[in-house]
């Protein structure tokens, strides 16, 4: 069997390996016995609209990201793996208003308004999700805006996002379809963060429908390494 004097480390007492790069993750996956997972992460409906001039939400303000509601979903059945392949599938029919952005690990994967981006960080191909970085942004009009999906521009990754329906509100079905090279990267980031999180983050201006969002269903499968 080959080595890989930097692929991991094993701490005394502990089976985790310590990984140097995405690229180990790959090396790991391919030397290591797989095994298949399925896993679900529920995002509940938000209906209430913003919560205007409460915690980091501002006053409300047309065309400028003033308000957001978020939610990060911890995957508790991958925090001891390292991922080698991943699929994931949504709940059909996703409807939100006015933007929104999907999160791994705080890396952005997709989002409708990809105009923005310049404005948040950086990590690898992904910007970094901090919403001290976009409040008090004006966001681009509806006929200036790009969606984005981490890893298109390679050719690594797919994406559907919904369809713009008026007034600030998009319905449809979400997709997000990553090569490896992006689930090595995923599966990196996740290894140095504790474990996979899923974040939903849906942002608004002034409308009384801002901020919302119907339930979204987040189904996870492919295979790890479990340790």
Same mark, same amino acid.
Request: net charge negative; proline share 5%.
């Given at each position: 069997?080959?080595?890989?004097?930097?692929?991991?480390?094993?701490?005394?007492?502990?089976?985790?390996?310590?990984?140097?790069?995405?690229?180990?993750?790959?090396?790991?996956?391919?030397?290591?016995?797989?095994?298949?997972?399925?896993?679900?992460?529920?995002?509940?409906?938000?209906?209430?609209?913003?919560?205007?001039?409460?915690?980091?939400?501002?006053?409300?303000?047309?065309?400028?990201?003033?308000?957001?509601?978020?939610?990060?979903?911890?995957?508790?059945?991958?925090?001891?793996?390292?991922? @080698?392949?991943?699929?994931?599938?949504?709940?059909?029919?996703?409807?939100?208003?006015?933007?929104?952005?999907?999160?791994?690990?705080?890396?952005?994967?997709?989002?409708?308004?990809?105009?923005?981006?310049?404005?948040?960080?950086?990590?690898?191909?992904?910007?970094?999700?901090?919403?001290?970085?976009?409040?008090?942004?004006?966001?681009?009009?509806?006929?200036?805006?790009?969606?984005? @999906?981490?890893?298109?521009?390679?050719?690594?990754?797919? @994406?559907?996002?919904?369809?713009?329906?008026?007034?600030?509100?998009?319905?449809?079905?979400?997709?997000?379809?990553?090569?490896?090279?992006?689930?090595?990267?995923?599966?990196?980031?996740?290894?140095?963060?504790?474990?996979?999180?899923?974040?939903?983050?849906?942002?608004?201006?002034?409308?009384?429908?801002? @901020?919302?969002?119907?339930?979204?269903?987040?189904?996870?499968?492919?295979?790890?390494?479990?340790?």
């Amino acid at each position: 069997m080959r080595t890989f004097p930097l692929l991991f480390l094993l701490v005394a007492g502990c089976a985790a390996p310590t990984f140097e790069a995405p690229a180990d993750v790959a090396a790991y996956c391919a030397e290591e016995g797989l095994q298949v997972f399925d896993t679900t992460v529920t995002f509940a409906a938000s209906s209430s609209g913003c919560a205007w001039d409460s915690g980091d939400n501002v006053a409300p303000a047309e065309g400028v990201y003033t308000a957001h509601v978020e939610s990060v979903q911890p995957v508790a059945d991958l925090v001891d793996a390292a991922i @080698c392949t991943l699929d994931m599938d949504f709940s059909p029919g996703f409807e939100f208003d006015d933007d929104l952005f999907l999160t791994w690990n705080d890396a952005v994967l997709l989002t409708n308004q990809g105009g923005v981006l310049d404005n948040l960080g950086t990590w690898e191909r992904y910007p970094l999700w901090a919403w001290d970085d976009l409040v008090e942004f004006a966001f681009p009009g509806p006929f200036n805006q790009q969606t984005f @999906c981490a890893g298109a521009d390679a050719e690594l990754a797919e @994406c559907a996002i919904p369809r713009a329906t008026g007034g600030g509100g998009w319905t449809g079905d979400l997709a997000y379809e990553p090569e490896g090279a992006v689930v090595n990267e995923l599966a990196w980031r996740a290894i140095q963060l504790g474990g996979p999180a899923i974040g939903l983050v849906v942002t608004g201006d002034n409308d009384d429908t801002d @901020c919302t969002h119907t339930e979204l269903e987040v189904e996870l499968t492919g295979t790890a390494v479990f340790y």
